[in-house]
């Protein structure tokens, strides 16, 4: 059975959820703030549907705690009021897979989280590898290759390429970048960003065109881009 663990501190949506999900199969963990959702997160949790506006801890903080412990590989759906282009932004730079605007139906909920498992590739570690042509990037162990030959980038360099390939087509601003991952670094420039961005693309060779930057919008990498044998 399927663990997924629903976070919402709205008695009835978190009923509602626990109902239809249960009902689809799924084994439901209800929490209805974030402190207990960390504390019921399992090793066979394989979804978590977070709402972001919490009492305490917020989604997106409960996100990037996850993240920092490395538990990043669960796969978020966030479930918001808010539809603005930057709160998604942020959400997804929180290390979030999706998300569901309020009010939503059952029906939309279900097809995303079958989506967002089917992505993941549910219990295989197959799920944890993003594969570009010849550049694989494995999330689990940290490590990417090209063409077969391990690419040699440093921390913050993997951490900035697997953002923005978990996330393809998607701007990330420099602003977004620096806030997810320098976040305990105060005085980050933009010009921090460029400089990471053009070592990766050195790095890439042949694929350095993958990751695109519009000006007035930010870096996103290019799935279409992708070189082909
Ligand atoms: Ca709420």
Do not use: C
């Not at 995303?112 to 993941?120: E, F, G, N, P, T």
């Not at 295989?124 to 494995?138: A, K, M, P, Q, W």
């Not at 670094?185 to 350095?208: C, E, F, M, Q, W």
């Amino acid at each position: 059975m399927i663990e997924v663990l629903i976070v919402e501190d709205e008695a009835d949506i978190l009923d509602i959820l626990t109902f239809n999900l249960e009902n689809a199969g799924y084994k439901v963990l209800a929490a209805s703030s974030a402190e207990d959702g960390i504390r019921m997160l399992g090793p066979d949790t394989a979804l978590i549907l977070l709402d972001v506006m919490l009492p305490g801890m917020s989604g997106f903080q409960m996100a990037r705690q996850l993240r920092k412990e490395n538990r990043n590989h669960i796969p978020i759906i966030f479930l918001t009021a808010r539809g603005t282009e930057n709160d998604i932004l942020t959400g997804f730079s929180a290390g979030g897979d999706d998300y569901i605007a309020k009010p939503f139906s059952i029906n939309e909920v279900l097809a995303r989280v079958k989506a967002v498992l089917r992505r993941s590739g549910g219990e295989s570690t197959r799920g944890d590898v993003l594969d570009f042509g010849e550049l694989h990037i494995d999330l689990s162990s940290e490590t990417a290759e090209l063409g077969g030959r391990p690419l040699s980038l440093s921390r913050k360099e993997f951490d900035l390429l697997a953002l923005l390939a978990r996330h393809p087509d998607t701007y990330f601003s420099r602003a977004a970048l620096i806030s997810s991952l320098w976040k305990d670094a105060p005085y980050v420039l933009d010009r921090t960003v460029d400089v990471h961005i053009a070592r990766i693309r050195s790095k890439l060779g042949k694929y350095r065109d993958l990751i695109k930057n519009k000006t007035g919008f930010g870096y996103y990498v290019d799935s279409h881009n992708v070189v082909q044998k």
